[in-house]
Nanobody, 120 residues
């Protein structure tokens, strides 16, 4: 079993910043891809950003230049630095990992989500 714990969500004014963290725990030997998705009320879940174990990244067009994804492979932890936040960034942000290799674990996992609210 792999557990993903997200933290760092909260309420912030437009133009502000937040930093999300996602820590993966379990009998993990490696994680290929880590990513953040978000789901706003009444909308479908969408990719925000993802990063491979080698450091390759890709971002949704809506967050390019404002958000930065990073990871610490030794700690199986991922971060999302969110700057210049806009009200339309308001959503529940989910951490996901894919290509997990471990002892008795493998595949893809999702966190329970952390709420980010950006006020205008």
């Amino acid at each position: 079993q792999v557990q993903l714990v997200e933290s760092g969500g909260g309420l912030v004014q437009a133009g502000g910043s937040l930093r999300l963290s996602c820590a993966a725990s379990g009998r993990i030997l490696g994680i290929n891809t880590m990513g953040w998705y978000r789901q706003a009320p009444g909308k479908q879940r969408e990719l925000v950003a993802r990063i491979t174990s080698g450091g390759s990244t890709n971002y949704a067009d809506s967050v390019k230049g404002r958000f930065t994804i990073s990871r610490d492979n030794a700690k199986n932890t991922m971060y999302l630095q969110m700057n210049s936040l806009k009200p339309e960034d308001t959503a529940v942000y989910y951490c996901t990992v894919a290509g997990v290799v471990g002892i008795g674990v493998g595949g893809e996992y999702w966190g329970k989500g952390t709420l980010v609210t950006v006020s205008s």
